[in-house]
């Protein structure tokens, strides 16, 4: 049921228009939560452009993600920053994972997995398991298009 029908049937009531256009549906509990959820993934994002290490796109989707459920204003605009929204565009649209974001994803899981080999594990056990739990999203990751098509 559309905002609008829950306005005019009582249920739901939003002091002005500007509110309702930005509410999209997630609970009056769970919103501010989404909004704060949103917030840190847009400062760790921001954040990881500085830090080697540290992702900024996965960051970025789980803002876009939040905002989608509780601000059509904060979507929109991190949707379409010059910046920070074309690799969510192209992600969306196309379901593009950058090379270099393949090269780095997947060499951080391998560096990973060696760290736990050579300084962690005394048997094959552990190794297996992570080895195990890392090798789908790495199969996902490669099978993306790197460039829109």
Same mark, same amino acid.
């Given at each position: 049921?559309?905002?609008?029908?829950?306005?005019?049937? %009582?249920?739901?009531? $939003?002091?002005?228009?500007? #509110?309702?256009?930005?509410?999209?549906?997630?609970?009056? *509990?769970?919103? =501010? &939560?989404? *909004?704060? @959820? %949103?917030?840190?993934?847009?400062? !760790?994002?921001?954040? %990881?452009?500085?830090?080697?290490?540290?992702?900024?796109?996965?960051?970025? @989707?789980?803002?876009? &993600?939040?905002?989608?459920?509780?601000?059509?204003?904060?979507?929109? &605009? *991190?949707? #379409?920053?010059?910046? @920070? %929204? =074309?690799? *969510?565009? #192209?992600?969306?649209?196309?379901?593009?994972?950058?090379?270099?974001?393949?090269?780095?994803?997947?060499?951080? $899981?391998?560096?990973?997995?060696?760290?736990?080999?050579?300084?962690?594990?005394?048997? &094959?056990? !552990?190794?297996?398991?992570?080895?195990?739990?890392? @090798? =789908? =999203?790495?199969?996902?990751?490669?099978?993306?298009?790197?460039?829109?098509?």
């Amino acid at each position: 049921m559309s905002i609008q029908a829950h306005r005019e049937y %009582g249920r739901f009531h $939003m002091p002005d228009q500007r #509110n309702a256009e930005e509410f999209t549906g997630s609970s009056r *509990l769970a919103r =501010p &939560w989404l *909004l704060l @959820l %949103g917030w840190v993934c847009v400062g !760790l994002g921001f954040v %990881g452009i500085f830090v080697p290490g540290l992702p900024t796109t996965p960051f970025l @989707l789980v803002a876009l &993600w939040a905002f989608s459920k509780t601000s059509k204003r904060f979507h929109d &605009w *991190l949707y #379409n920053h010059p910046r @920070l %929204g =074309p690799p *969510l565009r #192209n992600w969306r649209e196309h379901g593009v994972i950058p090379v270099r974001g393949k090269v780095f994803a997947i060499a951080t $899981m391998a560096v990973s997995l060696f760290v736990i080999i050579v300084f962690i594990a005394s048997d &094959w056990v !552990l190794p297996a398991i992570v080895g195990a739990c890392l @090798l =789908p =999203p790495a199969i996902f990751i490669l099978t993306r298009p790197s460039e829109p098509r």
